[in-house]
């Protein structure tokens, strides 16, 4: 025994220093995307817990970690504004549910098969949402609404701005945050030390307190105060028809995200690899108990996950203990939270938010996969004028159109030959509607005083439409030209 324990001390002193690292990097993002997400800011302490305690526990992927998560602020707003924050319990609730009952039938893999260029798009348009309503909390102003009030608002807030003097020194507090952000991961012996999210917030609550700037800081309520369960009322207005929508987007929004990020995080150790199934169901669980407890859905989060595995965890002990630390904080320390300024967990959200955006990736998506690109963008350009849930229908419909168009692939390989030999004409790929109108023209470029001999015995697939078409078309050549069409 003596010796199992000193076998394992290597691995529990990583685990120990990952999970400390980890819960400096969650706390001031749990408590960001909580003020975001228009509800209290221990809301996303308690999310953060859960995602620690259970399903950082569970079986799945060992070493990300889960708590709410950027990618979901703007959709609880919109669901908290539309249907009260009591509803929000009984959203999560349902979309917890939904979780462990695709991990049960095993659909956890099937996600690997969304189009990537559909969840780039997804996250983009996410990114930009977020990134358009946290400018105006960077200057202690209100939101407009939904993502075209709030882009087409920003003139407004810039001339407010610049006339406002606490709104420019709350936007001076907020961007500062952001070039901290930026820079601190540069000074690579203090990143070590202290994670970029918690010595940003840490400098902006330090220097508003010193020069007492008068900026919004954070409302605090207590940890048992701000638990809401649903009750009866707010579980029964899961028939409706939008709250089942939003509920689905939850379920397929966090479960996409979570299991991405678990294909990420395994990219970035030697370890043990995801059990996808596994990992939706300890996501479901989460969410289950999330719900329960009125507090905000949960998913895996890369920048934790990140953190976790570059701190040097080995076990899934790292992600639990940060649990351990974050629940301890909320219970002992919970007038900390009342001197952080809005204003730098809004720069945090804006930061987030771009990174949320691949502008990496878009040059080179544009210059080789230019339908892709399309589809990430088009993604993208919907969630931002229309609306989450149906943004990302838009972008799954035009990529399934995508592909189809892709199969449908199918040219005429044309030989002529001197004299009255017929033209040889073999059709090859895939004969579908969506060529049709290519198929068509090219058979029309064919001399008119020649016979034609059309072999389709190239084809692997020939769909109605383009059948009747050909038949026509031959149909036709022999009535108006004269000379006589074989097809084989």
Not at 203 to 230: C, W, Y
Request: neutral net charge.
């Amino acid at each position: 025994m003596n010796r199992l324990i000193v076998n394992r001390l290597p691995s529990l002193r990583a685990d120990f220093t990952a999970s400390l690292v980890v819960f400096l990097v969650a706390v001031p993002l749990c408590v960001g995307v909580a003020v975001a997400s228009g509800v209290p800011a221990e809301l996303g302490l308690v999310t953060g817990i859960v995602g620690g305690l259970l399903t950082g526990l569970l079986p799945g992927s060992s070493l990300q970690v889960s708590g709410p998560a950027a990618g979901l602020t703007v959709l609880v707003y919109e669901a908290v504004q539309e249907y009260g924050l009591g509803a929000l319990g009984a959203l999560v609730l349902a979309a917890g549910l939904l979780q462990l009952v695709m991990g049960a039938l095993k659909l956890g893999r099937w996600f690997r098969a969304i189009s990537v260029a559909v969840v780039q798009g997804m996250l983009a348009g996410i990114g930009l949402v977020l990134i358009a309503g946290q400018l105006y909390t960077l200057a202690d102003s209100k939101a407009p609404g939904d993502g075209l009030s709030n882009l087409a608002g920003l003139p407004a807030l810039v001339l407010h701005t610049v006339r406002d003097g606490g709104a420019a020194t709350a936007l001076a507090v907020g961007a500062g945050t952001i070039a901290v952000l930026v820079l601190w991961p540069r000074w690579k012996r203090a990143a070590r030390v202290l994670p970029a999210p918690l010595a940003a917030v840490a400098l902006a609550t330090v220097t508003v307190f010193v020069l007492d700037l008068p900026v919004a800081r954070v409302e605090v309520s207590g940890l048992l105060d701000a638990i809401q369960p649903p009750g009866f009322a707010d579980i029964g207005r899961l028939t409706e028809l939008g709250v089942l929508g939003t509920v689905l987007a939850f379920t397929l929004i966090a479960s996409a995200e979570s299991l991405f990020s678990a294909a990420a995080v395994d990219r970035l150790h030697s370890g043990r690899r995801t059990d996808y199934d596994k990992e939706l169901m300890a996501q479901g669980a989460g969410n289950t108990v999330c719900g329960v407890l009125g507090a905000l859905p949960m998913t895996a989060v890369i920048v934790r996950s990140a953190a976790n595995v570059q701190a040097g965890a080995r076990t899934k002990l790292s992600r639990v203990l940060h649990g351990v630390w974050i629940l301890v904080f909320a219970a002992a320390f919970p007038a900390a939270l009342g001197v952080v300024p809005v204003a730098a967990l809004a720069g945090i959200l804006v930061h987030a938010g771009c990174k949320l955006i691949p502008l990496r990736e878009l040059r080179p998506l544009w210059r080789e996969h230019r339908g892709e690109a399309v589809v990430l963008f088009a993604t993208a350009l919907a969630i931002v004028t229309v609306n989450m849930f149906e943004g990302v229908l838009i972008g799954l419909l035009l990529a399934v159109a995508k592909t189809a168009w892709d199969t449908s692939q199918v040219h005429l390989d044309i030989e002529i030959p001197e004299g009255d030999e017929p033209i040889q004409v073999r059709a090859v790929g895939n004969a579908t509607f969506l060529r049709l109108p290519k198929l068509l023209d090219q058979l029309a470029t064919l001399p008119a005083d020649r016979a034609v001999e059309l072999d389709l015995d190239g084809l692997r697939h020939l769909d109605h439409a383009c059948a009747t078409a050909l038949n026509n078309w031959a149909e036709q050549h022999r009535r108006a030209r004269g000379p006589e069409v074989l097809t084989s």
